[in-house]
């Protein structure tokens, strides 16, 4: 069911996206794991395709050689298997994992780890047959899956044609000769040619995957009109947003200082921790109006700006942290500062003369 039949007609906020991502949730496509896996994994067995041939050749006429002896069970013979096994299948399965974290961690934008699929849920217990087949068949999702595996299907079925028909009689001579060896490296030289090429196919499949993917992933995230309004209300009291939201305005007003201050009438400081620019416009408001103001840092490129420009910098203390506390930007300066402001501004014109 498409995401506005349930009423979900809202982009997904970063917030949501965040939560799920948090949660283990992200859009990625398996098929660029699998495809990754599988092109590393046969660089590994042809990188090393001699050296594991020798090993298993070793492996045979150790065991051979010792198939009537009757120490047959010794735990020798057994570590014997063991330890050259190891060594064929632990540079496979190494890059096999490497290449599979590889692959989500540039579909996820960095490394991500998550609990939170691994916890048990209860309600996944019972089997619900009729979820199943509505997702995995009877869905646009499921015939789309059917669509892409039984693609895959073909690709193998053509490619493997293709090489084994170019190669064929050249392989069926070299076994008739009676060439083991020989016939034994043919035919994996074709498997890692076939295995190479399809790999490549599926990892070119593999990318239209992932934005199909993340399409879904998208749609599945909208959020209904109720939701957004919730989220905001329980953002409103998450302090990390709070500071997010603060440092956002912080840099706006870093913007429009240099305005503010170009265009003031005077900067009331405290005088090192507080800064507060003034603005008196007789046709617009009956008294000055705070155009900006600033604490610490903000504050010490308010006072740096003002002599730039040649502003008036008062040092007042109380009337500079009263008005930063009492007052937000655009506001007009409370009627109990009135009358300092006015001297403020007779002293200012006095000087000016």
């Given at each position: 069911?498409?995401?506005?039949?349930?009423?979900?007609?809202?982009?997904p906020?970063?917030?949501?996206?965040?939560k799920?991502r948090?949660?283990g949730r992200?859009a990625?496509?398996?098929?660029i794991?699998?495809s990754?896996?599988?092109?590393?994994?046969?660089?590994?067995?042809?990188?090393?395709?001699?050296?594991?041939?020798?090993q298993?050749?070793?492996?045979?006429?150790?065991y051979f050689?010792?198939c009537s002896?009757?120490?047959?069970?010794?735990?020798?013979?057994?570590t014997?298997f063991i330890?050259?096994?190891i060594?064929?299948i632990?540079p496979?399965?190494?890059?096999?994992?490497i290449?599979g974290?590889?692959?989500?961690?540039?579909?996820?934008?960095?490394?991500?780890?998550s609990?939170?699929?691994?916890?048990?849920?209860?309600?996944?217990?019972?089997p619900?047959?009729?979820?199943?087949?509505?997702?995995?068949?009877?869905?646009?999702k499921?015939?789309?899956?059917?669509?892409?595996?039984?693609?895959k299907?073909?690709?193998?079925?053509?490619?493997?044609?293709?090489?084994i028909?170019k190669?064929?009689?050249q392989?069926v001579e070299i076994?008739s000769?009676?060439?083991?060896l020989?016939?034994?490296?043919?035919?994996?030289?074709m498997?890692a040619?076939?295995l190479?090429v399809?790999?490549?196919?599926f990892?070119?499949?593999?990318i239209?995957?992932y934005f199909?993917?993340?399409?879904?992933f998208?749609?599945?995230m909208k959020?209904?009109?109720?939701?957004?309004k919730?989220?905001?209300k329980?953002?409103?009291?998450?302090?990390?947003?709070?500071?997010?939201?603060?440092?956002?305005?912080?840099?706006v007003?870093?913007?429009?200082?240099?305005?503010?201050v170009?265009e003031?009438?005077v900067?009331?400081?405290?005088?090192?921790h507080?800064?507060v620019?003034?603005?008196?416009?007789?046709?617009?408001?009956e008294?000055?109006?705070?155009?900006a103001?600033?604490?610490?840092?903000?504050?010490?490129?308010?006072?740096?700006?003002?002599?730039e420009?040649n502003k008036?910098?008062?040092?007042?203390?109380?009337?500079?942290?009263?008005l930063?506390?009492?007052?937000?930007?655009?506001?007009?300066?409370p009627?109990d500062?009135?009358k300092v402001?006015?001297v403020i501004?007779?002293q200012?014109?006095?000087d000016?003369?």
């Amino acid at each position: 069911m498409a995401a506005e039949d349930e009423g979900r007609t809202e982009e997904p906020s970063e917030y949501r996206i965040e939560k799920a991502r948090k949660e283990g949730r992200v859009a990625k496509s398996q098929e660029i794991s699998s495809s990754l896996v599988l092109l590393f994994s046969c660089l590994v067995l042809i990188a090393f395709g001699k050296s594991i041939l020798r090993q298993c050749i070793g492996i045979f006429r150790y065991y051979f050689s010792r198939c009537s002896s009757p120490d047959i069970s010794n735990k020798n013979l057994f570590t014997a298997f063991i330890l050259p096994y190891i060594r064929i299948i632990l540079p496979i399965c190494a890059v096999a994992v490497i290449a599979g974290l590889l692959a989500n961690i540039i579909q996820n934008k960095g490394f991500l780890f998550s609990w939170k699929p691994l916890e048990p849920k209860f309600s996944n217990i019972l089997p619900k047959f009729g979820q199943y087949f509505q997702k995995t068949i009877f869905s646009a999702k499921g015939l789309f899956n059917i669509a892409k595996s039984l693609g895959k299907v073909v690709i193998i079925y053509f490619v493997a044609y293709i090489f084994i028909k170019k190669d064929l009689f050249q392989l069926v001579e070299i076994i008739s000769n009676g060439q083991i060896l020989s016939s034994v490296g043919k035919i994996a030289r074709m498997a890692a040619q076939l295995l190479i090429v399809v790999s490549i196919v599926f990892l070119v499949i593999s990318i239209p995957d992932y934005f199909v993917q993340r399409h879904e992933f998208m749609e599945n995230m909208k959020m209904t009109k109720q939701e957004v309004k919730q989220e905001y209300k329980e953002l409103e009291g998450d302090p990390e947003v709070k500071g997010r939201l603060q440092q956002m305005q912080r840099e706006v007003l870093a913007r429009n200082i240099p305005k503010a201050v170009a265009e003031s009438d005077v900067v009331i400081t405290n005088p090192t921790h507080f800064a507060v620019v003034l603005k008196y416009e007789q046709e617009k408001s009956e008294a000055p109006v705070v155009t900006a103001k600033g604490e610490d840092e903000m504050a010490f490129t308010i006072r740096r700006l003002a002599r730039e420009y040649n502003k008036p910098i008062v040092e007042n203390r109380p009337v500079a942290r009263g008005l930063y506390t009492d007052t937000k930007i655009g506001d007009i300066i409370p009627e109990d500062y009135f009358k300092v402001i006015s001297v403020i501004y007779s002293q200012i014109l006095k000087d000016s003369k």
